[in-house]
């Protein structure tokens, strides 16, 4: 579910002075607001932001085996066993203390290192995408292993670029004895929006001060305010029926399947009485055993997307009614079950000000021939237009109009946006013009466009991470945005009630089928220099 930003671009005024006072954002008709890179900090803020920006540079090595090591394991939401005990003991061993099984989700932690305020968490997500398995460096549909998943979307960079920014950002805290708190967290099963609401009922941001995320893109960026993408509810109804012989004695049978398909076919009838801005789709997940047996249960799985929280809860509403309705029709009983719940993304302004700094500073990678060969051979596959790789940093971006948001996907970073100051750093460790959800998203994933994309990110990450230590001024500028305007007329109320829990089981067949066969292709650095070399792969393999 990337972030996908519909950019218009409003007043990019150089050098405007973050200040306390309140600050105009996007709701309703807001003006265009001023909004530009925040000023440099004092002479030693800056030096320190060198220190980290050099230290990032001497762990290229580490970073680009985090990398290929996640995309190895290719793991989907809630099965990240490997991923999650990997990257926990990276920084168990820097000396970070983990808490395991955070929220009671297995592969869930936080790591922390320091003392006092602020506390800045620092998360990332690490599940992948069904069906996306695909050799990396290769310019069209090859899986590893067929019909495994994958990381069609990149998620394994996040992480290993937010460990290699807090081991810069902690040796400068140790040497310079600064105070402060880093929290490490793993956005699990975010292609679920799985996870992120249950942290905060377990009380993961009660004591954070801001909280810094990373997603995989394309160019290196970061954008303030609501007004893109939309949020959801995930609900899986189960209907109930009776079995029958379908032949002898159909009579008997009350078909669960039936009431499946009867929901589909009225949801698609009313789709077209749903606002422009919704976006819904499901699957089947469960459509009976085998046609003789009249099926005694059936499944349907929801995603309601919406773009606030009152359109998100009327959507699952409607759906809930034609749930019903569909019980009725066939004489079944029907239940459902909340998967996973997002809020829609609102970024905080100081933030995103003071990241674009830092991005201006660290500017976009330098592609080679060879980067640039892969990103245009999977263009031309895809027939997109062949723009190579991002070569002009993207603006930053922010007081969107709500009114002119016409949906897109969703992100469960949007609940921890709603609780506290929080911006998501864009990096480029992917190719522009892809489908997203596919296999072409996992070509560049574990290449040196994602290697020299999280390099790039980890250097924003850890500037910034230095500037919200060493600044006041500005964790206190973002409190006063996210409370005097981010969330003025607007409170953060969770899709999730006591009584949900998780969705641990979900993708666990899916992996029970192939992890086996996935084990044999698991990276192995102490043999092979990168995951390409040790997969025999020529960089770019394009047609
Ligand atoms: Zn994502």
């Known amino acids: 579910m990337r972030t996908k ?151 394994n960079t996040g992480v290993p670029l937010n460990i290699t920014a807090a081991l810069a950002v902690k040796k400068i805290m140790e040497r310079e004895h600064l105070q402060g708190t880093l929290k490490l967290w793993p956005g699990v099963a975010e292609e679920l929006v799985g996870a992120k609401a249950y942290f905060i009922r377990a009380g993961m941001l009660r004591d954070v001060d801001v909280s810094l995320f990373a997603h995989v893109g394309n160019n290196l960026g970061a954008s303030w305010g609501g007004g893109f993408g939309t949020g959801l509810v995930s609900v899986e109804y189960t209907f109930k029926g009776e079995s029958a012989h379908a032949a002898a004695q159909p009579w008997r049978g009350r078909s669960a399947l039936d009431a499946v398909e009867l929901m589909d076919v009225g949801w698609n009838f009313r789709r077209e009485h749903l606002r422009l801005q919704q976006r819904s789709h499901n699957v089947i997940t469960n459509g009976g055993d085998q046609p003789n047996v009249v099926p005694p249960t059936a499944s349907v799985w929801y995603y309601f997307r919406e773009t606030d929280y009152p359109h998100i809860k009327e959507l699952r509403e409607i759906g809930d009614r034609m749930a019903q309705a569909a019980a009725m029709m066939t004489d079944t009983q029907v239940t459902s079950r909340l998967l996973g719940s997002a809020w829609p993304q609102h970024m905080n302004k100081t933030l995103a000000e003071t990241m674009y700094a830092n991005i201006l500073t660290v500017g976009l990678p330098t592609w080679d021939e060879a980067d640039t060969a892969l990103a245009k051979g999977i263009q031309r596959e895809l027939k997109q237009p062949q723009i190579g790789l991002a070569t002009e940093l993207s603006r930053l971006r922010g007081g969107l109009d709500p009114e ?55 250097k924003v990450q850890a500037m910034t991470i230095i500037d919200m230590l060493m600044r006041p001024e500005l964790v206190q500028a973002a409190w006063d945005y996210f409370r005097n305007v981010q969330a003025k007329d607007q409170k953060y109320v969770p899709f999730i009630t006591d009584k949900d829990q998780p969705a641990l089981t979900l993708n666990e067949r899916m992996m029970e089928k192939y992890r086996p066969e996935m084990k044999k292709f698991y990276y192995d650095p102490t043999k092979y220099k990168t995951y390409l070399e040790q997969l025999g792969i020529k960089y770019p393999t394009v047609r």
């Open 5 to 155: 930003h519909f950019a218009i671009v409003l007043g990019f005024v150089a050098l405007a002075a973050v200040t306390g006072a309140a600050q105009r954002g996007g709701r309703g008709n807001a003006p265009a607001v001023q909004t530009g890179p925040t000023l440099p900090g004092p002479p030693r803020v800056e030096a320190l932001k060198r220190d980290v920006m050099a230290d990032v540079d001497s762990m290229k090595v580490m970073t680009q085996q985090m990398v290929d090591q996640v995309f190895s394991f290719a793991e989907p939401g809630f099965q990240e066993l490997e991923t999650s005990k990997y990257l926990a003991d990276i920084l168990e061993k820097n000396g970070f203390k983990i808490e395991r099984g955070y929220a009671g989700i297995p592969t869930a932690w936080t790591a922390t290192f320091g003392t006092g305020k602020p506390v800045i968490a620092i998360g990332s997500d690490i599940d992948d995408i069904p069906q996306a398995s695909q050799k990396p460096g290769v310019a069209y549909h090859d899986p590893i292993v067929e019909g495994a998943p994958g990381h069609g979307e990149g998620h």
């Open 404 to 458: 002119q948001n016409m949906g897109g996907p969703s992100d469960d970073i949007g609940d921890i946006s709603w609780n506290v100051p929080t911006v998501t750093l864009q990096y480029p460790s992917n190719i522009p013009n892809l489908p997203g959800h596919n296999w072409a998203n996992a070509i560049a994933s574990a290449t040196p466009i994602a290697h020299k994309g999280a390099t790039a990110g980890a």
